[in-house]
């Protein structure tokens, strides 16, 4: 069965970085585009970044755009998220989740999700 | 960017009772519109894509319709374990994905 399983998260200060990473089974992992997506605490749900299938384009919200960093290693199945410049609006609970369409250039909806890793940013 | 309302944000209702959930688009999605259900402890669950196609192995009490900028998610008959919060996500327009801030569905 398909599985993402995030890992990574933890407490970090304003400013400071954190990696974390996604790591799948149960489908062909070079052949589907990978987002995150985050909650803040008792939040609603906000889209962070896409990768396509073979990493050739990466997609991200405005309001991380320049600070994190999208990537995957299709030899180990695993997706990665490089958060860089932490501010305390980027605390939230990291989902990775798959996108629908097999080998597509463009992002879709999100057919199975992790159950995501918890990023605190406080000082 | 595409903004995307969902109303009410909590719902009442009782067991074995529907429930109608909406959702609007600030512009038109045409039909790129998906819906998924949220449960505490496990990970989001897509319900309906092309906003009136189930996702493989959902029951049929659960229908999406509409399109352009109105969706309706319709759960007949309730179950326990369909008391959770629900979020409507379209995929029209991207960057980025939206999401609507959802909707809580409660026993009454």
């Known amino acids: 069965q398909v599985q993402l399983v995030e890992s990574g998260g933890g407490v970090v200060q304003p400013g400071g970085s954190l990696r974390l990473s996604c790591a799948t089974s149960g489908f062909m992992f070079s052949d589907y585009g990978i987002h995150w997506v985050r909650q803040a605490p008792g939040k609603g749900l906000e889209w962070v970044a896409f990768i396509r299938y073979d990493g050739s384009n990466k997609y991200y919200a405005d309001s991380v755009k320049g600070r994190f960093t999208i990537s995957r290693d299709n030899s180990k199945n695993t997706l990665f998220l490089q958060m860089n410049s932490l501010r305390v609006e980027d605390t939230a609970v990291y989902y990775c989740?798959?996108?629908?369409?097999?080998?597509?250039?463009?992002?879709?909806?999100?057919?199975?999700w992790g159950q995501g890793t918890l990023v605190t940013v406080t000082s | 960017e595409i903004v995307m309302t969902q109303s009410p944000a909590t719902l009442s209702v009782s067991p074995g009772e529907r429930a109608t959930l909406s959702c609007r688009a600030s512009q038109s999605v045409s039909g790129n519109l998906a819906w998924y259900q949220q449960k505490p402890g496990l990970p989001l669950r897509l319900l309906i894509y092309g906003a009136s196609t189930r996702a493989t192995g959902i029951p049929a009490r659960f229908s999406g319709s509409g399109s352009g900028t109105e969706f309706t998610l319709t759960i007949n008959s309730l179950q326990s374990e369909d008391f959770a919060v629900y979020y409507c996500?379209?995929?029209?327009?991207?960057?980025?994905?939206?999401f609507g801030g959802g909707t809580k569905v409660e026993i009454k």
């Open positions: 996500q379209q995929y029209n327009n991207w960057p980025p994905l939206t």
């Open positions: 989740a798959k996108d629908s369409f097999r080998i597509a250039a463009a992002a879709y909806y999100f057919d199975y």
